[in-house]
């Protein structure tokens, strides 16, 4: 958790509002803080092992998340 890049950022960043018009704009926005974060492999593999529904994390949205769990190895 000390090492994650987003630990500074306002969280709504990282939990946009949908995913068109506006929230693109604040999904990239996450997805760029993740690129620079140390730890994005682990978040990933946190989320995907508990099911996070909503949000971005490690560079990923949960549309992205639930297809890497229909097709795994992605
Ligand atoms: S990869 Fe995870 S811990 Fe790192 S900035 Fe993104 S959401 Fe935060």
Redesign the pocket.
Known sequence: MSW???RKTDPEV?FPIGSVGPALDQIDA?KR??AQ?R??AE??AYALETGQDHG????TTPEERRAMRVLPGR
């Open positions: 994650a890049r987003c990282f996450a803080i993740c974060c730890v994005d978040c990933l971005v994390w490690g560079g």
